[in-house]
């Protein structure tokens, strides 16, 4: 296949909490004096809400689930401000994408409110280290659904047979890329999802930096 661009997944691809999610959660209840909201819940109202400008519309409903009274937008404003806090580039992370540019075009594709996902960007400095981003919160549907892979693509100039997708999650990422046609890496870690078997090739997080070019070279020979 001939590659003419690399889509890249943020959340645990590229950068990483050093405080686990229910951790981050669990700050941001307290700081607002909310009641705790557990980590399996947030993500089933997460996935409700993929589309949209912030995490109020998904507090607001777990808040009005446990009959609360705190203000959902003071808990989406310490939520993001815990993460912002935690949050850390995988090493290398910058330069790999910098050194992809040269030869790829470089996208970035994510799920999330466009003013949490925007805020990580700011946070890592990564504001122009790619071709384009794509935020689910400014479309109709996220990941898995096609339609967000091809908002990428689209925002690329290419096919989904000249792009490789790079993420780390099963359905959202693996998934949803094989099904809108792209080749899949998936990036796999010790406390992360199994390898699947759908990826086209797997690379451990900790080596990304250093592996993925070949990787994805071994690819463009085919």
């Given amino acids: 296949m001939a590659i003419g661009a690399v889509v890249f997944d943020l959340d645990y691809t590229l950068a990483v909490p050093n405080r686990t999610r229910e951790t981050l959660l669990d700050e941001a209840t307290a700081t607002v004096g909310a009641p705790e ?30 009959d609360a009274d705190a203000d959902p ?21 910058s330069s790999l994408v910098s050194d992809l540019r040269e030869r790829y075009r470089v996208g970035l594709l994510t799920n999330g409110p466009v003013r949490a996902q925007r805020n ?10 790619f071709d384009a981003v ?5 479309l109709d549907a996220g990941k ?33 890329a094989t099904e809108a046609g792209m080749a899949v890496i998936q990036v796999v870690s010790p406390n992360g ?8 090739a797997h690379v451990d997080r900790a080596e990304l930096a250093a592996r993925l070019p070949s990787v994805i070279e071994d690819l463009d020979r085919y």
């Fill in 73 to 93: 937008d003071e808990l989406t404003r310490a939520y993001r401000t815990a993460i912002a806090d935690a949050l850390e580039p995988v090493e290398g992370a």
């Fill in 193 to 200: 999802p199994d390898p699947d078997t759908r990826a086209t």
């Fill in 144 to 176: 898995p659904d096609p339609r967000a892979f091809e908002a990428a693509l689209d925002a690329l100039g290419v096919t989904p047979d000249e792009a490789v997708y790079v993420g780390d999650e099963p359905t959202a990422d693996i998934r949803g």
């Fill in 120 to 129: 990580k960007l700011r946070t890592l400095g990564w504001e122009d280290l």
């Fill in 134 to 138: 794509v935020i689910s919160g400014d």
């Fill in 37 to 66: 909201i557990d980590r399996e819940s947030y993500l089933a109202a997460h996935r409700r809400n993929l589309t949209g400008e912030t995490r109020e519309p998904i507090f607001a409903s777990l808040l009005e689930d446990r």
